[in-house]
């Protein structure tokens, strides 16, 4: 069997040869709990320790604001019901229509079960908020302003800094969701006025099931998870010390190669565009590609369904992501590709690419080739296609 080709990075990254050196010893001889008073435990918090370093490191903050959690959606969740735990007054936040669902579905929890008003903010067909429009949307009501960095299906990158500031000015905290931008692009927390930011591990070559959320000094939320205060307090449970120290160790790798893996990347994506371009008829991109992280591509093909195209792919030896959620029915059509004004049609055609650190320029020119073949035969079994030629 060979080995696919692979380009769904935005959805999980394979763990990197030296992360996964690095656990190891952590699952073996030094499997101490890191709370216990004897040296396997001392030997595992310190591990600990270092690996908050060097993710603190990565995004440019102090280590003692970094709280590991289980990833990224449990940090969304952390920040979002904590500040409202500590809000009996003001009930109001503030999103976008493009969010992960772990912020938007905690939203609507709050909204539902506390009372929370939650104002949605639009993008533009980049996918791209105004931040006229949240300084619109502001009340003397409002707690919260959440808006991710990069947004995983089209890739597109938010004003953070604007936002960030607009919040302060209005002594309003701000949240951004960065699973999907750090380890791609800067992500420097000393020129970002982020009051709490979530990562995770395994976006960046690192395990599954382990993240962190970032608090600035002075920001205080109770914990979402209670029991024997671990992570000083803010989330309880023994660690997960072997995956903690596979983050440290993919945080400090995508700090080392960010540029190169930047530029890289880059090349890459403009060399998909032109050989697609120049091969495939019918074909458009969904956003902006010069809004967006040259990581991610969301393409549409007309005439053609992207979940028959992804699996055909798959057939094939090629993991793609299709635009919307495993499925044909209208409600669960991505929200990201509605929201950037695309029909239910063009979702429905629509597939995400995503390039990472171990693509290679051969693997883009066989994903052409693939895809010109499987697009056409696709396309001579339509009769919707071979009608609008």
Known sequence: MHTPIYFDYNATTPIDPRVLEGMLPYLQNHFGNPSSTYSIGYRAKEAIEIA?????????VEDGNIFFTSGGSEANSTILKGIAAKSSKKKHIITSSIEHPAILKTCDYLRKHHGFQITT????SAGIVDVNDIERAITSQTVL???????NEIGSIQPIKEIGNLCKKHNIHFHCDAVQAVGKIPVNLKELPIDSLSMSAHKIYGPKGVGCLYLHEGVNIPPLI??????FGMRSGTENVAGIVGFGIAAKIVQ????????????LRNLFLTNLHAEIEDCLINGDIHANVPSTINIQFSG?????LASMLNELGICV???SACSSTSSKLSHVLKAIGKTDEEIRSSIRISIGALTTEDEINQLVRHLKQSVMRLRSFSPKYQMSI
């Open 121 to 124: 903010i639009p993008v533009n």
């Open 321 to 323: 992501s299709i635009a």
């Open 226 to 231: 209670l029991g024997g205060s671990q992570e």
């Open 256 to 267: 080392e190669d960010l540029y190169f893996n930047l530029t890289k990347t880059e090349y």
């Open 52 to 60: 908050r370093k060097d993710i603190a490191n990565l995004i440019g």
């Open 304 to 308: 053609i369904r992207g979940e028959s």
């Open 145 to 151: 302003v959440t808006v991710m960095m990069v947004n």
